[in-house]
């Protein structure tokens, strides 16, 4: 029987075909194992009274390819908005150091904002 636990596993194994970049990367591995985790959220409708054979009971519409295609195009519309706000970022900080700030202060700056 799947379980949270299986799941996870199947994420960690699968996150083995990333790149050695990526996988060096603690991020990717929280990633990896969320999302494989992600299509048992439903398990939480049995306590609000959801019918196990409902479309949002378990093993319903998480666990369809659609939730899989929404989950990762979510993702990646992420990381892009928090690519370009990391650009932006850099960008008014490099303009803010030419005016009033330290280099220190420009460095603290972009690291609050970086991550």
Do not use: E, N
Request: include cysteine; charge should be positive; proline fraction near 2%.
């Amino acid at each position: 029987m799947a379980s949270l636990f299986t799941h996870a596993f199947v994420g960690a194994a699968l996150g083995q075909a990333g790149s050695k970049d990526a996988r060096k990367d603690w991020r990717f591995w929280y990633a990896a194992i969320a999302c494989s985790m992600l299509p048992d959220v439903d398990s939480i409708g049995f306590h609000m009274g959801v019918p196990y054979g409902a479309l949002w009971g378990h093993r319903g519409m998480t666990h369809s390819l659609l939730f899989a295609a929404v989950v990762a195009a979510s993702i990646a519309v992420m990381f892009v908005i928090l690519s370009l706000l990391r650009f932006i970022v850099i960008v008014v900080a490099f303009f803010v150091r030419r005016s009033f700030l330290s280099g220190l202060d420009v460095v603290i700056l972009v690291l609050v904002f970086m991550f």
